[in-house]
């Protein structure tokens, strides 16, 4: 975002909260998971209304529109409690509304053809249309999902494509360097590794610079395998 001239300043503070995730979720006053998911889902692109629409469960209406993800993901936190999931999402609403704004902007930058913007910067033209590359090096038809998909679910796709390759380059690293560090790296989740020993971190700050994710860490979580 700051590569867009933004300054995340809600997103600054949200992570620097101590147990973010427990106290944000009670302000909604979801379960942290909930709030979780919710958060992820606006990242990528869904809106954020401040109530179920009319209409939402009612199997027998056509689909023609792309329903809400955080409508879905607070039904289902509050077992489908229409009224309990519009409180929810009013106060979800209320609590990203800056973020919000940050996102539409920064959507702006990643799909802007006009010099400066991140799509015109980075795109590869090929038969099929433009390309961008995460950097696993996977590519990405920008031109097909505008096509298929309309420009704001375009950006949300990209935006999925670009962290899934920052975060894969920077857990590559991770695992790469664990000889040196004396842990050991039993599974690759994708955003993150279970390991056994302590992943300390110099390896975190390396790993962040081979990867060129230059934020890059791992939150530390203790872990046993279940008992058989």
Known sequence: MRDAGIEPTWLVNYLATTDNKEVYAQRIGASKGCWKQMLLARLLGSGAPSRVPDGYLDKKKKKKKRKSAVVKIALEDCDYDVERANSILARFQKETREFGD???????????????????????????????????????????????????????????????????????????????????????????????????????????????????????????????
Not at 134 to 140: E, Q, T
Request: net charge negative.
């Open 102 to 228: 940050i996102l539409d902007h920064w959507y702006e930058y990643l799909l802007s053809e006009e010099p400066g913007g991140w799509f015109y910067k980075n795109r590869k033209k090929r038969d099929d249309g433009y390309h961008v590359y995460n950097k696993l090096g996977f590519s990405f038809n920008v031109t097909k999902a505008i096509e298929d998909h309309g420009w704001h679910a375009a950006a949300s796709k990209l935006v999925s494509h670009r962290l899934f390759g920052e975060e894969q380059a920077f857990i590559i690293q991770i695992i790469n360097i664990s000889p040196g560090y004396q842990y050991l790296i039993y599974c690759n989740e994708h955003d993150g590794v279970v390991s056994k020993g302590i992943i300390p971190p110099e390896a975190i700050d390396k790993a962040s610079k081979d990867s060129g994710v230059p934020e890059g860490d791992l939150i530390l979580k203790e872990w046993a395998p279940p008992e058989i």
